[in-house]
Structures are given as C-alpha cells and as structure tokens.
C-alpha cells in the first residue's frame, strides 16, 4: 500500500474556481517522488490539498479522497495532518522573518512532544546538514539570503520529523550551484533520514535525476506518469520540460509547435 | 531640577501601569489584527475583582490577587472563544463595533455589580509613607507598583523570547499560514493572546486601585494606551512598553509645567496631543513595522 494516495480529487477555490480536475497521484514509502508542470498547473494546489492548508485560502476538496498512512485525511485540520506526519514546505521561502534562525527551528517542533535537550540535538542535526544556519543561528531570518532561507526552511521541515516532507519549487530563484547543494541535501534526507520526499519542481533536469518516479501536470490533472528513467527519455518530456529537441539543443519558447504538441495531452 | 527628576520618577510609576496594558493591546493586535477597544475595560474589571475579593470578601491579598488574573484569563478566553472568534473574516469596521460594545456591556456589568463610587482597598496593602532616594521621594505603594509592573513585563518578554509557546505566538504573529503548516493552531494562539491581554490589564487595575483607589473612570486608561501603542508602532510589544513609560512621564512633566498657563486639564489631554503630533510627523510610530526589504 502507497505511503500516499491522491485518489481523483477535485479542488474548487472559492466555490467557483475549479483548479484540480481528477488529480490521482501515490507515493510509495522511501522513494522521492517528483511532480512537474507548467506554472497555474495545479502542483501548489495539491499540496495545500494533502496538508490541509487548502482550508486558509477558501478551498475545498470537493471529490475524491486523500489517504496517508491507511487514514483518510482529506477534511482534516493542518494540525492533525502535520501531527501524522506530513509537512509541506511551502513555495516562496516563507521564513518567520521576525524571528531568528534558531527560533524558526524552533517553531517548526511545535507539535513535537519532546523534551529541551532533544529539541537542541534536533536543531543540530539541521546544523549537521545546513552548517551555514548554525553560524546565522541568532540572526534574524528576515535578513539570511535566499539560499540560506531555503536551507532553513527545509530545515524547518526536518524539525518536526515528518514521514513525508512535500517540497514546493526549492529551487526557484536560486543560482545553479545552490541548487545543486540544496538537491544533494534532499536526496540525503531521503537516503539517511528515510524521509519519503514529494518533490514539486519547474527545475524538470534536476528533478528527474533525483527521483524515483514522476508524474507531469496539466491543467488540475495528472497527463503523464512513469519511473523517471523512462520519463527522461521519454521525446514530449525532452522537448517540454528539459527543453531539448531531438537534436539535443536547446528549443525556442517561440516554437509554435509546443502548443500544438501540448494539446495532445490534454485530450 | 529636583522636581524634575521627581515627575520623571513618579511619571515612570504610572507609565510602568501604561506599559502593561499597552503590552496586552499590541499583543492581541500583533496576533489577532483586532484593535481592543475594551482594553481599558479589562483593567476596570481587575480592579474591581481584586477589590471585591480582598475588602468585601476578606480573602488575603495574595490569594485574592491571583484569582483576579484567573478569572481574567478566564474572561479573556471566553469572549475570544464566544465573541471574536465568530467574527473572524468579518470586515474589521464590524469587528471594532464589537469591541467598542464589549467595552460598554463590561462597563454596565460593573456599574451595576459594584455602583460607581470610589473605593478603596481596606485595609491598605502598601503604605503611602514616602521614602527618600536622594533627592527624590517616593511613596511606598509607587515603588511596588512599579515593581510589580516591571515584573510582568519582565516575565512577559522573557516568555515570548525562550518558551516554546511564546515563540509559536510571534510566528503566528509573522505569519499565520506558515504557522499553521507546522501545525500550530492559529486558534489556541488566538485564545491565549486574549487572555493574556486581559490578564496584565486586570493587573494594571489592581495596581491603580492600590494607589488612587477603583471607580468606573479606571476604563480611562483603555484611552491612554492609544497614544503609547501609536507612539510605539502598533506592531511593537516592546515600543508598546516603551510608549507606555513615555506617555506616564510626558502627561506628568506637561502637565505640571503648562497647567499654570492653561488653567489646568494639561495632565488629560497631553497624551492625546502627543498622539496628534506623532502621527503627524511619524505615522508608523518611532518602533513601528520595520518590513525587512530584500531584492
Ligand atoms: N487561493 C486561491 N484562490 C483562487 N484561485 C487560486 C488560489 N490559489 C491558486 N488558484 C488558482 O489555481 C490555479 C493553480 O494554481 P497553483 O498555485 O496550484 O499552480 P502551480 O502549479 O503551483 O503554479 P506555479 O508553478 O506557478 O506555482 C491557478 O490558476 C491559480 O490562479
Ligand atoms: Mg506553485
């Protein structure tokens, strides 16, 4: 039985709004799974829709069911979900910005019982893994650079020892070679910590070299699933997501045929 | 210059009693984005409470000190849980009507529970003999007021820095979606801003009540955290603190000085003037949102 399983749901924001429109996806325990997908996709959507959160923004999951762990979790409060042992870390870096560094480790444990010096060997474990928090440890998060706040984020996430951590675009905005560290820091979670990792990433090349299997997005739905071998040869994933045509270079955005293309999965 | 520093000093005193109610207004302000107009009626019903308790009641001062900040608590979580909680989502003009009737419904409740005389604790709890610092005197029952109210702020602060608690309350105060994706529920958060916004008021009520005696205009100082949290920046519980000292010092020193041409009043109105003025020149006030900028 999968870890994870988004069984046809159907997301309405607003009570009008349909976004997601038959979205199935699983997640099998220990692997890291990757989703893809244009911008307005859908991708940020499900999550909010697995973590609860879908709740503060006036959306509903109005069809379909979310099961992790064997229980039905899709209606319940963010609360009880993150005490099961999910966590999202959400898009944008959304640091407490007011606090330190430290303190949003220490926020983020929030719905962990555990004692003072077993919150202090959690917060240096985060260390271990992103030593450059340790030095800004006391320093407002507000004023760490972009890549430190990534770090801390996820750092967030590793504090409350989540079975699965859903991860929203980590990379976006950060230079190439962060994003390279912040993905061999993922992989590590997963392999060390057996975090079973949801990964949501624009960054295609990097996703598909760090997971098991993924799945392609469109329109509030899943077009395309498979192991991310297969996926990475697959001609449509080349050309769309990696950005690579037949003849290995790089493809104009401009080309009329990608529209063309994107249609065929959509029927 | 000797009565200077005696207006600074006893300005301190009622300022430290400001600080504290301006610290539980920023509070549910910085967490619940409710502006509490019955702020100051939280501090006429400590008063009243404590004074019930010790003088009609005869319970000893210490015992009948802490039940008044239960029963606060009590009240503060009760009203979130019955009144604001309700009315979240609803635009915030509804929200400060609600306010503004709790203020007058607890005013009512108290006028007719206790009349509207002044009354004092009896037998005294601290003396009023003056005791001498140098140049400056100053009465027993001051220097524990100021004691007591820097003790809660104190304790205060020292809860929102190093508790666990404490530290989920600013992050809901930062911001409530992340908050609640770690799984920290926004309503409990809620709650215990109310209660403790209502405690360190009911607080400053038994605080006054000792030096000047209770009676209904004790709700005036709901007015003068207005000035100190403008003065401080909304946002800030600290510029709170700072507003509220600043405020107690500068309605004592203005007061004193300019009654003689104004023909008195200066002392109630003064507060109010520095509000005019800082919003003039300082609308975020001299703490206020500092939103960190990055590119
Ligand atoms: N709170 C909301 N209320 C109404 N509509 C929303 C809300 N959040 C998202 N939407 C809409 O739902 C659609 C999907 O949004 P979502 O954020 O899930 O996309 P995404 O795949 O994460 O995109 P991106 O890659 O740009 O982050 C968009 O059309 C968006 O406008
Ligand atoms: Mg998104």
Redesign the pocket.
Known sequence: MPLLSVNNIEVI??DV?L?LKGMSLSVEEGQIVAVL??????????LKAISGLLKT???EVTDGTIEFDGVKIDGMEPEKIVKLGIFQVM?GRRVFEDLTAKENLVAAAHTQKCSRGELEERIGQVYHYFPRLKERENGLAGYLSGGEQQMLVIGRGMMARPKLMML??PSLGLSPLLVGEIFEIIVKLNKELGTTILL?E?NARMALNIADHGYI?ENGKIVLDDTTEKLKNNEDVKQFYLGLTEMGTKRSYRDVKHYKRRKRWLT | MQEFLQLIVTGLVIGSVYALVAMGFALIYKSTSILNFAQGEFVLVGGYVCLWLYTDMGIPIVAAFFITMIIAVFMGVMLERLILRPMIGEPIISVIMVTIALAAVLKSVVTILWSTQIRVFSPPIFSQKALEFGVVRISEVYLWTVGFAFLFLAIFAAFFKFTRVGISMRAVANDQQVAQSMGISVKKVFAISWSIGAMVSAVGGTLVGNINGVNITLSDFGLKVFPAVILGGLESIGGAIIGGLTIGVLENIMGSYLDVYLGGGVKEIAPFIVLIVILMIKPYGLFGIKEIERV
Do not use: L, P, R
Request: aromatic share 4%; no cysteine.
């Open positions: 924001y607003d709004i976004v997908g244009a911008n307005g996709a859908g991708k940020t959507t499900t923004e006036e959306g898009e929203d675009e949501v624009q997005m």
